[in-house]
């Protein structure tokens, strides 16, 4: 009766293993968004800009239209740069990660987006920046499975950064929505950029 020789087992066994690490390896990848430290760099400018110019005199009375300006200019950007990075790495934004990013993503989004216009009906202005920060940092958590942990800090800290919003003042509304749209952003964003030249090396 012939028998394997040990050694050979052990190769096929390291194959084997080294083969399974590598196919978990890449549906891993293949279930990520790569997120690039420069749309969060471009997003903190637009909100270091809007937090900016809502402060000024003229504009004050018109902040909360500056914000949603902002935002969707911040949105824009951010998306152009998702699809450069995802075509960089030759995948899509219109595969299955990115249907699951939007699954995470767009629930806290949409509920922040009802939310603000039943306070702007009531007239209660002054909540709606919290409900911004809170919303928009669910919906960054709720990702963080498909974009990493870095994001759902991110998120945690927006969180956070809403639930101190609705106890400041009027006068620092637009303070809170800049340390978050914008520092925040920005920050993290440089964060990101730096954690992916050193996954690079």
């Avoid at 990493?148 to 620092?172: E, M, Q, S, T, Y």
């Amino acid at each position: 009766m012939l028998s394997v020789p040990h050694s050979n087992t052990v190769t096929l066994e390291s194959h084997a293993a080294a083969t399974l690490r590598h196919i978990r390896a890449s549906m891993d990848a293949a279930g990520t968004i790569p997120v690039p430290g420069s749309a969060g760099i471009a997003m903190g400018i637009v909100g270091l800009l809007a937090a900016w110019l809502a402060a000024t005199e003229a504009l004050h009375p018109y902040r909360l239209f500056v914000w949603l300006c902002a935002a969707a200019i911040a949105s824009g950007a951010a998306g152009i740069l998702l699809a450069r990075q995802a075509s960089l790495q030759g995948s899509t934004l219109l595969g299955a990660p990115a249907r699951k990013f939007l699954l995470c993503l767009l629930p806290g989004l949409f509920a922040g987006a009802v939310m603000t216009a039943v306070l702007w009906s009531a007239g209660n202005l002054h909540a709606i920046p919290g409900t911004w920060l809170l919303s928009y940092g669910c919906a960054l958590v709720s990702t963080s499975a498909l974009t990493g942990r870095i994001v759902g800090v991110l998120g945690g800290l927006f969180v956070a950064l809403g639930l101190l919003a609705f106890w400041l003042p009027d006068a620092l509304q637009n303070v809170a929505l800049g340390a978050g749209f914008g520092e925040l952003h920005l920050v993290f964003g440089i964060l990101i950029g730096r954690q992916s030249i050193n996954a690079k090396i």
